[in-house]
């Protein structure tokens, strides 16, 4: 499982999708969210500013195996 974590430790927000392995679309939200984070972090100072004082957590993919095998299970 891939994960990417920003932030200061405590408190934290979590961006979790995959469970199902054949539910794609949350991943690419996730994904998606991930991307626009990263952009803004060249240049939004409230964004900073919140990052100081909490930590954001997106794993796009919590059902690797359930992903490549087309089924909900693990």
Same mark, same amino acid.
């Given at each position: 499982?891939?994960?990417?974590?920003? $932030?200061?430790? *405590? +408190?934290?927000? $979590?961006?979790? *999708? $995959?469970? +199902?392995?054949? &539910?794609?679309? #949350?991943?690419?939200?996730?994904? *998606?969210?991930? %991307?626009?984070?990263?952009?803004?972090? %060249?240049?939004? &100072?409230?964004?900073?500013?919140?990052?100081?004082?909490?930590?954001?957590?997106?794993? +796009?993919?919590?059902?690797? #195996? #359930?992903?490549?095998? $087309?089924? %909900?299970? #693990?």
């Amino acid at each position: 499982m891939y994960r990417v974590a920003i $932030g200061n430790p *405590s +408190p934290a927000v $979590g961006f979790f *999708s $995959g469970v +199902p392995g054949v &539910e794609r679309i #949350g991943s690419d939200v996730v994904l *998606s969210h991930l %991307r626009s984070v990263a952009t803004r972090l %060249r240049w939004d &100072e409230t964004l900073h500013n919140q990052l100081a004082t909490m930590r954001m957590v997106f794993m +796009p993919i919590i059902n690797p #195996g #359930g992903l490549s095998l $087309g089924t %909900r299970a #693990g």
